[in-house]
Every structure is written in C-alpha cells, then in structure tokens.
C-alpha cells in the first residue's frame, strides 16, 4: 500500500487546513487508519483514527473538538478537517494504515501501522 498525504501548508492561527490521504495498490477499506505527526525535535505522536467502516474513531485529547477524521473507501482516500488550528498544531502529518485484516481497536503507537506516507508539513503562525 502507497500513501501519499497533501493539503498541508502555512495557515494563521484560528484558520483551518484538510489534509488528504491517498492510497494505491490495495483497497484500504478493511484497515484501521490514522493521523500521526511530529513537531520539530519530538517524536511521533497519535493524532486521530478511525475504523474500517468509520463507526470506531479516536482523537488525542489535544485535537478534539477540532480535528475531524473520516474516509471514503470508495476513493480509497482518508481525510483530516483541522479547525481552530493553534501553533502547538505545526508539525509533519504523517498517514498510517494498520493491514491486519479483521476488527481491531484503533492503535495509538506507531508499531501498530505498517504503512506509512511520506508526510506533510502543517505550519500555523500566530
């Protein structure tokens, strides 16, 4: 599976920003997906996640309220709708896809995915 993320970029404090998952080679639609993303010199950490068929999602206390996650397996595509975005919000968004067939709790480590993208940058200036 190729994940290709996009939509990030410079946005101001308060502004919103949708990233886009895209994935080839295999449907996804039996995967848990993810968000992760890693500021400059942290780790990287959960942000949100959502079930195969969208009923199961999870967002880290920090977004919530103003992170969306959802998906279209139709277009074997993930999304994350970010409001309000604050500065503590810069990083690299990372997508992540965990293939292990059959109904899973939404993983919050990055050893519970096996694919990854390639990121992209979210900067919100204040």
């Known amino acids: 599976v190729q994940l290709v993320e996009s939509g990030g970029g410079l946005v101001q404090a308060g502004g919103s920003l949708r990233l886009s998952c895209a994935a080839s080679?295999?449907?996804?639609?039996?995967?848990?997906m993810a968000w992760f993303r890693q500021a400059p010199g942290k780790e990287r950490v959960f942000v949100s996640g959502?079930?195969?068929?969208?009923?199961?999602?999870n967002h880290t206390d920090s977004v919530k309220g103003r992170f969306t996650i959802s998906r279209d397996n139709a277009e074997n595509t993930v999304y994350l709708q970010m409001n309000n975005l604050e500065p503590e919000d810069t990083a690299v968004y990372y997508c992540a896809a965990d293939a292990v067939i059959g109904s899973r709790p939404i993983g919050v480590r990055q050893r519970d995915y096996e694919y990854w993208g390639q990121g992209t940058l979210v900067t919100v200036s204040s």
């Open positions: 080679g295999r449907p996804i639609s039996s995967y848990n």
């Open positions: 959502i079930g195969r068929n969208a009923r199961k999602i």
